[in-house]
C-alpha cells in the first residue's frame, strides 16, 4: 500500500497536493471582491485569450504556463501574501503534473472551458460557484494525472 499524506492524491511516488490547493485557490476567490478583480480584470480577460488560442494552435507548453499564471493571479490578487507564499510552494510542486492532466484532447478542451467559467463567474460577483467550478475543475485534473500515471509501467 502506499502512503498519501493528508490533502494530496498520489500514484506511486508521486504525490499530488490538489486538495490543498483547492483550499488555497478557494479560500482566495472568497476574498475576491469586485473592487479587487477590477484592476486585474483586462490582464484576466487577455490571459484566458491567449490561452484559448495557445489550445487553438495545441502549444500545450505554452497553455500550461498561461493556465498556473490565472491560477496565480487569483491567489495573489486576495491580497493574502502569507495564502499566496503557501500556494506558491504548492504550485511548484502541481506545476510538474498539469501537463499530465492535459494528455487527453477532451480534457483539454474541457480545461479551456472550465478557465472561462471561473472567469466569469468571479467577474458577475458569483463567487461561490465560481468556487465550486474551480474545485471541480481541479478534481478532474488530478483524476487525469492519477489515470495518467497509473497508466505507466512500473519502474
Do not use: C, W
Not at 492524491?9 to 479587487?36: F, Q, W, Y
Not at 510538474?96 to 472551458?113: E, G, M, T
Amino acid at each position: 500500500t502506499q502512503m498519501v499524506p493528508p490533502g494530496g492524491a498520489g500514484v506511486g511516488m508521486h504525490v499530488i497536493p490538489v486538495e490543498k490547493a483547492i483550499s488555497m485557490e478557494n479560500e482566495a476567490i472568497d476574498h475576491l471582491t469586485r473592487a479587487k478583480l477590477a484592476p486585474m480584470e483586462e490582464e484576466l480577460t487577455s490571459l484566458l485569450a491567449r490561452m484559448k488560442l495557445a489550445y487553438q494552435r495545441r502549444d500545450m507548453p505554452d497553455y500550461i504556463t498561461m493556465d498556473s499564471q490565472l491560477h496565480r493571479m487569483l491567489v495573489r490578487g486576495s491580497g493574502n501574501a502569507l495564502l499566496f507564499q503557501l500556494y506558491d510552494r504548492i504550485d511548484t510542486l502541481i506545476r510538474q503534473f498539469r501537463r499530465f492532466s492535459l494528455v487527453d484532447p477532451v480534457r483539454q478542451a474541457d480545461s479551456v472551458v472550465e478557465h472561462e467559467t471561473i472567469l466569469q463567474m468571479l467577474l458577475q460577483g458569483n463567487n461561490e460557484a465560481a468556487k465550486e467550478e474551480n474545485k471541480r475543475h481541479l478534481l478532474l485534473a488530478r483524476d487525469q494525472v492519477v489515470a495518467y500515471l497509473s497508466s505507466l509501467p512500473e519502474e
